[in-house]
């Protein structure tokens, strides 16, 4: 089993920075890819952002030139950079970790951007 644990959300103002952490723990075997998802009030989840295994990125377009994740392989652990927020960022966001087989979801921790 593997477990996920996120830290770092909390309120903000628009155009401010935050960074999430994620640390991922358990059964980790192979190669895995690493990302962030986020959902909003009343609306599915969402793809923000992807990191694989090799270190290949993807992003939603709202959120390029913005946001940046990165990973640190050996300690497990993912990070979202934040900045420029904007009012329709404000959601939960949940760590990621994808296999070839399984997918695993931490908790969730809230992102509040209000002025």
């Known amino acids: 089993q593997v477990q996920l644990v996120e830290s770092g959300g909390g309120l903000v103002q628009p155009g401010g920075s935050l960074r999430l952490s994620c640390a991922a723990s358990g059964s980790i075997f192979s190669s895995y890819g690493m990302g962030w998802y986020r959902q909003a009030p009343g609306k599915q989840r969402e793809l923000v952002a992807r990191?694989?295994?090799?270190?290949?990125?993807n992003y939603a377009d709202s959120v390029k030139d913005r946001f940046t994740i990165s990973r640190d392989t050996a300690k497990n652990r993912v990070y979202l950079q934040m900045n420029s927020l904007k009012l329709d960022d404000t959601a939960v966001y949940y760590c990621n970790l994808y296999t070839a087989w399984a997918d695993y979801w931490g908790q969730g921790t809230q992102v509040t951007v209000s002025s």
């Open positions: 990191i694989t295994s090799g270190g290949r990125t």
